[in-house]
């Protein structure tokens, strides 16, 4: 039977995640979150000492044997490192630092590429990151560029993180969510950018279930084809 993939776009904090969750849970999908497959290789990075900027030295933590994985429970993804359990670990603003690091090294890519495409090819999915439709999975039957305003994209975050007790501001998370914005856009290893038969999602003004709604409503027609 054939499978259907379809890649999720777009820059941090535009409900990514969130929203290809829902949506896979709605239409029985399993949902692929690469973002944190690429945090979980940044924590291993970070525990093995390696300061942010120091590409060199993350060949040697992937030779290492680390093992990156998912696993679901009752419908929740769970992201392994080494069999641990790291969740929650990977959520912290240091760790989508070391995420963008990590992510614009070739090595980190090819490591973690076959797995995700393993996925495709044995699942109806729904996969979101930054080059799902330009690189990962270029023949997705459904390709979504998801996206928002900085200033949307921040708020958000900033109320998550608040939520979780972190301490910040607004002014910080604006400042940092558009400088990974530059970082994703301009690195060498796939940087972030719509493909040319993407569908544009623009969540600014949406609520969350209305952005949900939307996504759903570009991945429908290829169910019924």
């Given at each position: 039977?054939?499978?259907?993939?379809?890649?999720?776009?777009?820059?941090?904090?535009?409900?990514?995640?969130?929203i290809?969750?829902?949506?896979?849970?709605?239409?029985?999908?399993v949902?692929?979150?690469?973002?944190?497959?690429?945090?979980?290789?940044?924590?291993?990075?970070?525990?093995?000492?390696?300061?942010?900027?120091?590409?060199?030295?993350?060949?040697?933590?992937?030779?290492?044997?680390?093992?990156?994985?998912?696993?679901?429970?009752?419908g929740v993804?769970?992201?392994?490192?080494?069999?641990?359990?790291?969740?929650?670990?990977?959520?912290t603003?240091?760790?989508?630092?070391?995420?963008?690091?990590?992510?614009?090294?070739?090595?980190?890519?090819?490591?973690?590429?076959?797995?995700?495409?393993?996925m495709?090819?044995?699942?109806?999915?729904?996969?979101?990151?930054?080059?799902?439709?330009?690189?990962?999975?270029?023949?997705?039957?459904?390709?979504i560029?998801?996206?928002?305003?900085?200033?949307?994209?921040?708020k958000r975050?900033?109320i998550?993180?608040?939520?979780?007790?972190?301490?910040?501001?607004?002014?910080?998370?604006?400042?940092?969510?558009?400088?990974?914005?530059?970082?994703?856009?301009?690195?060498?290893?796939?940087?972030?950018?719509?493909?040319?038969?993407?569908?544009?999602?623009?969540?600014?003004?949406?609520?969350?279930?209305?952005?949900?709604?939307?996504?759903?409503?570009?991945?429908?027609?290829?169910?019924?084809?």
């Amino acid at each position: 039977m054939k499978t259907i993939a379809v890649a999720i776009d777009g820059p941090s904090g535009a409900g990514k995640s969130t929203i290809a969750r829902a949506a896979a849970g709605h239409l029985g999908f399993v949902y692929v979150d690469t973002g944190a497959m690429y945090r979980t290789i940044g924590l291993a990075v970070c525990r093995a000492g390696v300061p942010l900027g120091e590409t060199e030295r993350i060949q040697p933590v992937l030779d290492s044997g680390i093992q990156v994985s998912l696993k679901y429970e009752n419908g929740v993804q769970h992201v392994l490192l080494d069999g641990e359990d790291v969740s929650d670990l990977i959520r912290t603003p240091e760790m989508s630092k070391y995420a963008s690091f990590v992510s614009a090294v070739p090595a980190v890519r090819a490591f973690l590429l076959q797995t995700q495409r393993e996925m495709a090819q044995t699942n109806n999915v729904i996969m979101d990151g930054r080059d799902i439709g330009t690189v990962i999975l270029p023949h997705a039957q459904v390709k979504i560029f998801l996206t928002a305003s900085a200033e949307a994209r921040a708020k958000r975050r900033f109320i998550e993180l608040q939520e979780k007790g972190e301490d910040v501001t607004l002014e910080s998370v604006i400042a940092d969510m558009k400088q990974r914005d530059h970082d994703d856009e301009t690195r060498a290893a796939a940087p972030l950018k719509q493909a040319d038969d993407a569908v544009l999602v623009d969540t600014s003004e949406l609520t969350l279930e209305q952005s949900i709604e939307a996504v759903e409503a570009v991945i429908r027609p290829a169910l019924e084809g």
